[in-house]
């Protein structure tokens, strides 16, 4: 799959997440930031979840914030495919876990670049989705960090989905050759050109 995140757009919030909707991704790659977890703030919920009950693609939504639970149940009636957490948050994890996956939904845990991913072990049985980060989370149009690479390859044979969100590119594509990578995030190399389209069926071509 192609998820498109809207954190770095040409267009604003709202006309942005109707193009992805209407184009060829897969689906919606909604990033929020607490300015807690991350040193920033990127949502007005109210809006936001008015913006993306209008949708009608599948929602990926990535909760860069310390305190999930208090996010989780707003997101809930929307069309909700997978949430991903941090597994250093406030809020106890295994709650967390428990609260998507009773609401049918997969269920994700981040990694960030410099963090060991043996952390997630314990949790792997109890979760559906590894997302590896490619850059530092927060900011988007960041350079793809191949030091990565080790993280998905150790994923491989653990019988989870895999995702991949930052800094993904056609450039970056060959990296990935011969890896099972479920769920591929594209933000900037989508949504900084006017033609939506054309950006995601480069990764496609590359990806299927």
Same mark, same amino acid.
């Given at each position: 799959?192609?998820?498109?995140?809207?954190?770095?757009?040409?267009?604003?919030?709202?006309?942005?997440?109707?193009?992805?909707?209407?184009?060829?991704?897969d689906l919606i790659h909604v990033d929020l930031m #607490? /300015?807690?977890?991350?040193?920033?703030? %990127?949502?007005?919920?109210?809006?936001? $979840?008015?913006? *993306?009950?209008?949708?009608?693609k599948g929602l990926d939504i990535h909760l860069?914030?310390?305190?999930?639970l208090k996010y989780i149940s707003l997101f809930i009636n929307?069309?909700?495919?997978?949430?991903?957490?941090?597994?250093?948050?406030? #809020? /106890?994890?295994?709650?967390?876990?428990? %609260?998507?996956?009773?609401?049918?939904? $997969?269920?994700? *845990?981040?990694?960030?670049p410099d963090e060991d991913i043996h952390l997630l072990d314990k949790y792997l049985p109890l979760i559906d989705y590894v997302l590896v980060?490619?850059?530092?989370?927060?900011?988007?149009?960041?350079?793809f960090n191949p030091e990565v690479i080790?993280?998905?390859?150790?994923?491989?044979?653990?019988k989870i989905l895999i995702g991949l969100d930052g800094g993904v590119n056609i450039e970056m594509m060959p990296y990935l050759n011969g890896l099972k990578i479920a769920n591929l995030v594209s933000g900037s190399f989508v949504c900084k050109k006017p033609d939506f389209n054309k950006s995601i069926d480069e990764l496609k071509k590359y990806f299927s």
């Open positions: 799959m192609i998820s498109v995140s809207y954190l770095k757009s040409i267009y604003p919030e709202k006309e942005t997440i109707k193009k992805i909707d209407e184009s060829h991704a #607490d /300015n807690t977890y991350v040193p920033y703030t %990127n949502f007005q919920m109210a809006e936001l $979840l008015n913006n *993306l009950k209008e949708t009608s860069m914030v310390s305190n999930p929307l069309n909700v495919k997978i949430i991903t957490v941090h597994y250093d948050i406030n #809020d /106890n994890l295994e709650e967390v876990i428990s %609260n998507v996956k009773k609401n049918h939904i $997969l269920m994700g *845990l981040a990694i960030n980060m490619g850059v530092n989370p927060g900011m988007g149009g960041q350079k080790e993280k998905i390859n150790y994923l491989q044979d653990k």
